[in-house]
């Protein structure tokens, strides 16, 4: 076999330290242009679009540079009859959109912009039972129960549904390396993991994971086994700010590759659990401000 090959070089030239100005001008100016044709083509996840321009502003200390009314407006517009929220005007009404509204208007702090009762009653049952629920959507696949429960928990709303059915069906996908699929006996998949573990933390059953298997199985790609090599902090931070475009601003997937709001905000929020002090502490579970959190008293257990 041959040396492997590094995927990114970072190069020499690229940025070393956090451009946060650039990347508020670059936040604020979303949606001042509408005729642009990216802005067109991404209305299908607009209301999503618009939660993580509105986070990472909040992350950034810049939430009032948005204009708070007329997005509260478009979200109430979005909202149908029988609960569900839209991503956009004409749009079927979606659980991710759905959790994206709910997320802006925990943020301005105007829950009741929306019909609350009919967003919770915006489920198949009330017993919510999990097996039940993804053999009506037609497939196994937890990105759904995480939307649903991350919703109901920012609306304090989590006693609607069948709270122990559902972790327990969770739980019974976890595998003997740590990790978890999307159903009991298949495969472990990072995404699926990350909807596992946010779904278990806002149900306060995180512990049940054993974060010694699941934090090997998570690193096993690409560090050897010494525990001290599990957080690469310092090289995790560079390559971050590596991807910043210092002309535009905004952060892209890698280095040199274009910018956009999904990577912008989740570069700005991983530097915040990195440690970095410009930014507001985020959790990790909602990809939120902390602070935003506990005004609503939304506390989900965490694993140290």
Request: with cysteine.
């Amino acid at each position: 076999m041959g040396t492997p090959q590094k995927d990114v070089i970072i190069k020499s030239d690229v940025p070393v330290t956090l451009l946060l100005e650039k990347h508020a001008d670059y936040i604020a100016s979303y949606g001042s242009k509408k005729e642009n044709y990216e802005y067109c083509m991404s209305e299908y996840l607009r209301m999503s679009g618009i939660s993580w321009v509105l986070t990472v502003m909040d992350l950034m200390g810049q939430l009032d540079q948005m204009n708070r009314e007329e997005i509260l407006t478009f979200i109430k517009s979005c909202q149908y009859e029988y609960g569900g929220i839209s991503a956009s005007n004409g749009h079927d009404p979606h659980l991710l959109y759905t959790l994206s509204a709910v997320q802006i208007l925990t943020l301005y702090d105007s829950i009741n912009v929306v019909d609350v009762s009919k967003v919770v009653e915006y489920r198949p049952a009330a017993s919510w039972d999990m097996k039940i629920y993804f053999c009506k959507i037609g497939r196994n696949d937890k990105r759904f129960s995480f939307c649903a429960v991350a919703t109901l928990a920012l609306l304090g709303k989590l006693d609607a549904i069948n709270v122990e059915k559902a972790i327990e069906f969770v739980l019974s996908c976890m595998n003997f390396d740590g990790g978890l699929g999307c159903q009991p006996d298949s495969e472990s998949h990072a995404g699926q993991i990350y909807c596992c573990t946010g779904f278990l933390a806002i149900t306060s059953h995180l512990h049940q994971v054993s974060s010694v298997l699941l934090g090997r199985w998570l690193c096993e790609p690409t560090v050897t086994f010494t525990r001290t090599q599990w957080k690469a902090g310092e090289k995790l931070q560079a390559f971050i700010l590596a991807c910043q475009d210092e002309e535009t601003g905004g952060f892209a997937d890698r280095p040199g590759d274009m910018v956009d709001l999904f990577h912008t905000l989740f570069g700005i929020a991983g530097l915040s659990l990195l440690g970095e002090e410009q930014i507001k502490p985020v959790s990790p579970v909602f990809c939120m401000p902390e602070e935003v959190l506990q005004r609503v008293n939304v506390q989900p257990e965490l694993v140290s």
